[in-house]
Nanobody
Framework: QVQLVESGGGSVPPGGSLRLSCKASGYTFSSYCMGWFRQAPGKEREGVAAIDSDGSTSYADSVKGRFTISKDNAKNTLYLQMNSLKPEDTAMYYC????????????????????????WGTGILVTISS
């Protein structure tokens, strides 16, 4: 049974940093394409960052240069380092995973926006406010 558990959310002022973690279990972590998507109240879901099984990454334009996705296969954990946070980054953040062979990070970014990844966690709240 696939499980994805997010942690590390919270409230920080604009310009601050947070690191989200996603502990995965129930599947071969290294073989899945994974990513983060977010959804703010009244706004559409947005794929934020993705990393494929080869370690290639892709980012939404809105976070490029500020967010970094990474993973530790030995710890079955996905990370999202978020720097220079802005009020518009306020949202629920979800970890997602998909076993589709040869899925690329670019593809995963779009699929997450459409809500098509096979698995996702329950989400964690990130609030950027002074």
């Amino acid at each position: 049974q696939v499980q994805l558990v997010e942690s590390g959310g919270g409230s920080v002022p604009p310009g601050g940093s947070l690191r989200l973690s996603c502990k995965a279990s129930g599947y071969t972590f290294s073989s899945y394409c994974m990513g983060w998507f977010r959804q703010a109240p009244g706004k559409e879901r947005e794929g934020v960052a993705a990393i494929d099984s080869d370690g290639s990454t892709s980012y939404a334009d809105s976070v490029k240069g500020r967010f970094t996705i990474s993973k530790d296969n030995a710890k079955n954990t996905l990370y999202l380092q978020m720097n220079s946070l802005k009020p518009e980054d306020t949202a629920m953040y979800y970890c997602a995973a998909d076993p589709t062979p040869r899925m690329t990070a670019i593809q995963a970014l779009g699929i997450m926006t459409l809500g098509g990844m096979n698995y996702w966690g329950t989400g964690i709240l990130v609030t950027i406010s002074s």
